[in-house]
Every structure is written in C-alpha cells, then in structure tokens.
C-alpha cells in the first residue's frame, strides 16, 4: 500500500501537520483489499483508510481524508471558507483530470497494466494536457489557494510527484517544477519513497 499514490497523499499530510499514527500494509497484490476483513473498512476496496478510532471514525477517499486532518489538525485548511471551497475545486480536478493520466502511465511503466497502445498514448496525452493546464495556472502564484500551502498543494503533489515513475518528463513545465521545490522545503516533507513504512508498524 506504501506504493499507493492516493495513500501516499494522506502519509504526506501526516507528516507535515506532524500527526502521530499507526500503519498497517494492505498488501494489493495478494487481494487483501478485496478481503471482508478489508471491505468492512471500506466498501469500494481501495486504498487508503483512516480510523480515527479516538472518534469511532473509519474513512476511505484521499481526499475526504485530508479533508478531516486538516479539520483535526488545524493545518492546510485554507484560511476561510471561500479558500477551503477552492482546494476542494483542486481536488476535484486532480482526480478527473490530473490522477488518470499519470497514474495510468505510471502503471503501464511499472508493468502493472499492459494497454494497447492507444490507450499509452491516450494516457500520455492526458497527463501532459493537465500539467500545461497546472503550469499555467501556477505561473505567478507559490500555491494553489490564496498565500499559503493548503491540502490542494498536498493532494495535487501527490499525484505530480508520480511523474518520473510515469517518465513523464518536467522539464517544459518550471512553474510546475518551482511549486514543487516550495513543497518540498516544507518542514517534515516526506518524499513518495519515505512517507509511509513498508511494512505495519506501530507510531
């Protein structure tokens, strides 16, 4: 689960609102999220969940996720209502226009998924045509949202920082390339290698 990108959002949020946790591995590739055991948590079988077990909470979706740390923690929410309404805009838009591209063509790379070759290129398209549309939306800002980090930066770095698994190349995109340094200097950053353990552990 620790490869998960979607899981890799919420490890990312974790660390750098400095929240203590507990993590358990959902082994994918032996079905595990597919188990009763699994479902119970989450009806669709994916990952991540969360249980706040403090709260009798369990919640599955990245972004309902952040959604709730930011809300417990204090942190990355925005600083009024209209700029927790605009992160959420980024994370809609992350998921139906940003996260299939990548994603995907980081699957076929990794060998997880073997498409015919209209769809690599399909896939490819995507991406690219949604880091244009993110690049130029950064040009002159540092974040996405008003002047400060918020859980659009942390969800929609969660899925950019899958693009060298993608081989998707950066390079034409700097303001891109700029918006990411800035969350990486952040402190208690974790990389897509680091945030999460590999295997179940105890906080």
């Known amino acids: 689960m620790f490869a998960s990108g979607p899981t890799y ?44 077990h403090e709260k009798d909470i369990c ?45 995907r063509t980081r699957a076929q790379k990794l060998g997880f998924f073997d498409f015919p070759e209209q769809v690599v290129a399909a896939n490819l398209a995507s991406a690219t045509n949604a880091l244009k549309e993110l690049n130029g939306l950064l040009e002159g800002r540092d974040w996405l949202v008003g002047g400060g980090v918020t859980i659009a930066d942390v969800d929609i770095y969660g899925v950019v920082a899958y693009s060298g698994q993608a081989q998707i190349d950066l390079a034409p995109f700097a303001h891109v390339r700029r918006w990411m340094s800035r969350v990486e200097a952040l402190p208690r950053f974790k990389s897509i290698d680091t945030a999460l353990p590999k295997e179940s552990t105890k906080a």
């Open 9 to 52: 959002k919420v490890g990312l949020m974790l660390n750098l609102t400095g929240t203590p946790y507990d993590y358990e591995h959902v082994d994918l590739r032996s079905g595990a999220h597919k188990a009763d055991a699994f479902l119970s948590k989450n009806r669709y079988g994916q990952v991540p969940v969360l249980e706040d």
């Open 59 to 103: 919640l599955c979706q990245s972004s309902v996720i952040l959604d709730y740390l930011a809300d417990e923690t204090g942190q990355f929410g925005g600083k009024d209502r209209a700029e927790r309404l605009r992160a959420r805009e980024w994370q809609l838009w992350g998921t139906g226009q940003l996260s299939i591209g990548i994603f």
